[in-house]
């Protein structure tokens, strides 16, 4: 199938095509237009005019619209998950979850509409402000780009584009290259649920053509990334002075005592080191467990990722399909491959068909290799042994991210203690830090990026304050 361009509420014929594919075997999924330099300037131009409707609209106007998308979504669940799948290559399981979400994304933003809202200022309470009273009200940004990752390509998207419209914004939404038509398809859905013409622009192309025009836009308020530490950082080198929201990704760690439930460690880590492959920003790399179960720990850890059933992504009892690319899956195999020759044992898994690789769980790696150092993004975990837990807390401090953490422990003193000692942006306790909901504030620390996400904590930083005082 061919997708144009979505600008101005309308179909836009772009200067050239990119074929997507399904990541698991290569075949054709859809025919995507790419933007040019021409089409950036004629979706900011479209935002920068619908950004003045929107501005206007009352927050219950907002909110149905919200609500709206978010019963034609559900109502086209199945066609949206096959188009998540297809794109990304993930289970079809997985995929009918990612729409839910998306769905919920939608109806959080719908609420926080309605509680839009600024307060009081008490001005008497200083001696000059006897006789005057003021308040603060929220107002809009304007034009905010919202770039989104393939790995999760609707839900990611909602969580920019649902509580901008909530805060009055109008979008232009630039998707992965890779995994474009969900977007394209759910510009649609906002179509019929009555969003305003040129208040939801979506435009593929390659971010080293169109990135950088969109983020050194003059009519564009505000950027919203979610994607790698390199390109993040680059971004809001050059976003001046407007307002940047980074998710930057993470190597997030887990550390196990000796009190923790076994089984309940076991399979929770099972599933947050291997969904999707390893694709989620928060997915479990590192695990630090106590020496006194480590050989439990990892004889059941094995056991776990061994029962997972690699497939075709549409099939719907696989549990592991394929990465995003044969180039990606390349690059976790050498990544493991690098670690094993810096001294860590592979105890299961590595081995790779075309772009798919099976979980792969290591041990006993060099706290200094890239495996521990950087953000893997694939089926890969390292499973290290510890004596203390104030060591292995500074473990898991020792990274350039922090994104999400957690500890399994019945003690909440061990529990509270490396909760205010671990340097992220969310800390999980008795939960794998792969664990999210869409209605809490995520983001992170370091080169895990700036801002939060969740449709309260996203309107924030897509709204701004203004002070009105009166004389009385």
């Known amino acids: ?42 979706a900011v131009a479209a935002a920068k005019r619908a950004a003045a409707v929107m501005r ?9 619209i919200l609500r709206k998308a978010y019963t034609l979504l559900l109502e086209q669940r199945e066609e949206m998950a096959m188009a998540v799948s297809s794109e990304c290559g993930k289970p079809i399981k997985e995929a009918r979850l990612e729409v839910d979400r998306s769905a919920l994304t939608l109806l959080y933003s719908a609420e926080e509409a309605h509680r839009l809202c600024g307060e009081v200022v008490p001005m008497d309470a200083s001696p000059f402000g006897k006789g005057r009273m003021a308040m603060t009200v929220r107002e809009p940004l304007g034009v905010i780009v919202a770039i989104t990752p393939f790995n999760f390509p609707l839900n990611l998207a909602m969580h920019k584009i649902g509580p901008a419209i909530a805060g009055g914004n109008a979008v232009v939404h630039k998707p992965a290259s890779t995994t474009p038509v969900s977007g394209l398809k759910m510009a649609r859905i906002f179509e019929q649920a009555g969003l305003p013409k040129g208040a939801l622009n979506v435009i ?20 919203t990334f979610t994607g790698s530490a390199e390109v993040g950082v680059r971004m809001r080198n050059l976003a001046g002075m407007k307002r940047v929201t980074l998710e930057l990704g993470n190597n ?21 080191s291997f969904a999707h492959s390893g694709q989620v920003c928060i997915s479990v790399q590192r695990i630090f467990v106590h020496e006194a179960i480590r050989s439990e720990f990892l004889e059941r ?5 061994r029962k997972l059933k690699i497939g075709h992504p549409f099939d719907a009892d696989t549990d592991i399909s394929s990465l995003i690319t044969v180039k990606e899956a390349e690059r976790i195999e050498a990544l493991v491959s690098g670690a094993v020759g810096a001294g860590a044992k592979l105890l299961t898994g590595g081995n790779r068909s075309r772009a798919t690789l099976e979980p792969a ?49 019945n003690n909440l003193e061990k529990a509270f203690r490396a909760a ?19 209605q809490m504030p995520y983001g992170g620390v370091k080169l895990s990026g700036t801002g939060r996400e969740g449709p309260k904590y996203a309107m924030e930083e897509m709204t701004e304050p203004k002070l009105i005082c009166w004389k009385v």
């Open 361 to 409: 769980i290591l041990t006993d790696v060099p706290l200094g290799d890239a495996l521990f150092c950087r953000e893997a993004f694939g089926p890969v975990v390292g499973v290290n042994s510890y004596s203390d837990l104030d060591a292995a807390i500074d473990n898991v401090n020792a990274s350039d991210y922090g994104l999400q953490a957690g500890i399994y422990t």
């Open 252 to 272: 997030s760690a887990v550390i196990i005592e000796p009190d923790a439930n076994m089984a309940e460690a076991v399979g929770r880590c099972v599933a947050g």
């Open 204 to 223: 593929p192309g390659p971010g080293g053509v169109i990135g950088d025009l969109l983020v050194l836009h003059k009519d564009v308020a505000m950027l």
């Open 420 to 438: 205010r000692m671990v340097h992220v942006g969310g800390f999980m306790i008795n939960e794998v830090p792969q664990w999210r909901v869409d």
């Open 301 to 305: 850890m094995v056991e776990g990722a």
């Open 1 to 42: 199938m061919d997708y144009p361009l979505f600008i101005d509420g309308a179909d836009v014929a772009g200067a050239s095509r990119q074929v997507v594919e399904l990541p698991y075997d290569g075949s054709e999924v859809a025919r995507v237009d790419q933007a040019t330099a021409v089409q950036v300037d004629l």
């Open 56 to 64: 206007e609209m009352s927050l219950d106007e907002r909110s149905t």
